[in-house]
């Protein structure tokens, strides 16, 4: 009985920079999900304890953190994904 090799490929697209630093601007912390999961779920519960705290005040700090750490976790995706 004869056994071939066969050579499996699994294929992922890349993720886009810019729609990820859109949604995020957008949406927030769930905008982040396109680029991060942990990273969002993390922001969530912050952007919670930081909008009760100050009244929602302290959420024009995090949301430009939101969207930085979301275009770096995009990028570092993609330079992953092309490293193989």
Not at 51 to 70: D, E, K, N, R, Y
Request: charged share 5%; proline share 2%; no cysteine.
């Amino acid at each position: 009985m004869e056994t071939g090799n066969v050579n499996v490929v699994v294929t992922k697209s890349t993720k886009s920079v810019g729609i990820s630093i859109l949604l995020t601007v957008l949406f927030g912390p769930l905008g982040m999900f396109y680029s991060t999961v942990l990273g969002a779920i993390i922001m969530i519960v912050i952007d919670i304890v930081v909008g009760i705290f100050t009244f929602g005040i302290g959420l024009l700090v995090t949301w430009p953190i939101q969207i930085i750490w979301a275009a770096v976790a995009t990028s570092m995706y993609n330079k992953k994904l092309l490293q193989g």
